[in-house]
């Protein structure tokens, strides 16, 4: 499998302006620069309250002691973070095409991992197919951006696709709500819509980020044809003229809407990509106008 192509050093720095965004609501978590309301240890100051029996001596106020002769302790803004977690793809339907999906794939969540990394924010990537397989975390800042790169490289296609299978799992596994980022081509024979929405309900803020290659929305064959599924390998034999391919691409289209309509529906954000386009002016162009990043 061909390693993740690298970033650029003027690619990076390019990134370093940008921050990943969200739209929901998480009670008491943060992330990036944005501050909590809450009470705890921090670094910017919000209140005052009496001291306790237990309480950390170095928080307390010794000079408002002095002057009132009573014990309070300062308290400040927490910034526990926002849990921002990349779901990449890597089932076989990913690796059609010279692994053209697949590569980009890495490279995209390699650059929102540095986005994040650069900001302080700790993201987690969940390789999957038909389960989820062993995730790793991105977290400590920029310098850590290596092994992040040497673990996308190490990752290869293979499997099936089950989004049902793959969300209820990752329910289970991960309880706290936060930003899902799915990078997919969402290929599933069995649909994953339904799976999509149920991860919505349970409450996390969705990012789809649909790839394709340009074969895949305009297939460019003429004739009697035998395809076989990437993944089930099973074969289906058509005719396939100019009027096939335009209605081929038309139900190709639509499909991208209706997942476009079910990720506004719940309060989510959907960028469809095609790896034909440069991945810079997908980051700085559809990515920020769906506010994805800022």
Request: with cysteine.
């Amino acid at each position: 499998m061909p390693s993740v192509p690298l970033l650029d050093r003027e690619f990076l720095e390019k990134l370093e302006r940008l921050t990943i965004r969200w739209q929901k609501s998480f009670p008491g978590l943060v992330g990036g620069h944005n501050p909590s309301r809450f009470a705890g240890a921090g670094q910017e100051f919000l209140d005052h309250r009496n001291f306790h029996y237990g309480d950390d001596l170095r928080a307390v106020n010794w000079r408002a002691y002095l002057r009132l002769e009573k014990l309070f302790l300062k308290m400040f803004q927490v910034e526990p973070r926002v849990p921002v977690r990349i779901l990449l793809d890597t089932s076989e339907s990913m690796g059609t095409h010279g692994a053209q999906k697949f590569d980009y794939a890495r490279k995209l969540a390699g650059a929102l991992c540095y986005v994040g990394l650069v900001r302080l924010d700790s993201l987690e990537i969940h390789p999957f197919s038909d389960r989820l397989g062993q995730r790793f975390t991105a977290s400590g800042g920029r310098h850590r951006f290596g092994p992040v790169l040497e673990s996308l490289s190490a990752l290869q296609t293979g499997g099936r696709t089950d989004y049902l299978g793959v969300i209820r799992e990752f329910i289970s596994n991960y309880s706290q709500r936060g930003l899902a980022i799915l990078i997919s081509d969402f290929v599933d024979d069995e649909g994953c819509e339904k799976p999509l929405q149920y991860l919505a309900d349970f409450g996390h803020e969705l990012l789809l980020i649909q790839l394709w290659c340009e074969e895949d929305r305009t297939p460019p064959w003429e004739g009697e044809l035998e395809l076989e599924d990437a993944e089930s390998r099973t074969h289906l034999r058509l005719q396939f003229d100019a009027g096939a391919r335009e209605r081929y691409t038309r139900a190709f289209d639509d499909y991208c809407k209706s997942l476009e309509r079910m990720a506004v529906r719940t309060g989510g954000r959907y960028v469809g990509v095609s790896t034909s386009q440069p991945i810079e002016e997908v980051i700085f162009g559809p990515l920020v106008r769906a506010r994805g990043v800022a």
